[in-house]
C-alpha cells in the first residue's frame, strides 16, 4: 500500500501513521521528521533547513523530492509506505507522480481553530518521538513518555506565530493538491477533527478496502 497522508499542520498525520505503520507493517516516511533528524545531527541539510522550519516556511522542492527520492529508494519501502508530509507543493507533487504510483490519498480535514488548539498542546519524546498532547493525550506521568521513560519537548515550530504561518503556507500551496489528487481519482477525505479513535474508524475500512482490492 502506497499511502500520502495529506492535511493541515496539527491534523493528525503523524499520531496515525504512527498507529497504521505498525498494523499494515509500512514505514512511516516522515519528511519533517527526516529533516528534524539532520537538525538534531548537525548535518549540512540539518543546517541549510533549521531556520526555514523554525519559521515555519517549506524546505526548497529539490532538496525535499531528493530526500525523498533516496528514502523510497531502500528495501524496506517495497512493499509499501505512509507519505506523511509529502507532497506538499504541486512541483513536489509532479515529481512524485513521475517516480511513483499512489494507491490512495488520504485528506485530513480540520478547521484552523482546531489546528491551533492541538499544535499549541503538543508534546513530543525526545528519544522515541512518541506525539503526546496535554489535554488529548496526556502522558500518565508530566512530562515524561510512556513508552520509554525520556522527557517530552515542544517542537520549535509550534510557537503561535510559526503556526499562524505554517497555516498560511498550507492554504498557499498545499491546499491545491486536493484538486490534484480528486482529478486522479485518488482523494479519500476524513473528518479528522474529534478524537484520535474516530479518525482511525474512518480509514480502517478505507485501507482494508485497498489491501483486499475491492
Ligand atoms: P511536519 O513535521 O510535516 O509538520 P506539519 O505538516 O506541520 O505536521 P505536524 O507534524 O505539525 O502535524 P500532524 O498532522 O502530524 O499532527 P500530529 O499527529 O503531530 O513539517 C515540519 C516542517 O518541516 C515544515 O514546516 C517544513 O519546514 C518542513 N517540511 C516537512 N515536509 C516538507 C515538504 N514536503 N516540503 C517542504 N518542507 C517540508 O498531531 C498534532 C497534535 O494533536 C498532537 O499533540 C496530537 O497528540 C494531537 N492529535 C492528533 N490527532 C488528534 C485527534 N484526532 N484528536 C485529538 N488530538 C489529536
Redesign the pocket.
Known sequence: MRLIFL??????????AAGISIKYAIPQV????L??EAVKNGTELGRK?KS??ER????P?EL?VELVRERLGRPDTRSGYIL??????MP?AMSLDGFQSIDAVIN?QINDEGVVR??S???ICKSCGA???VE??PPKREGKCDSCGAALYIRD?DRIESIRN?LR?YKEQTEPLIAHYRGKGLLKDID?S???E??LAQLQPILQALKTGR
Open positions: 492535511g493541515a499542520p496539527g491534523a493528525g498525520k503523524g499520531t496515525l516522515s519528511t519533517g521528521d529533516f528534524r533547513v526555514i522550519m515555519g516556511e517549506l524546505v522542492d525535499t506523511d508530509g509529502f507532497p506538499r507543493t513536489q485530513f492541538r499544535l498542546g503538543r508534546r506525539i503526546y498532547h488529548n493525550r515550530d505554517r503556507v479528522a474529534r478524537n484520535v474516530d479518525s
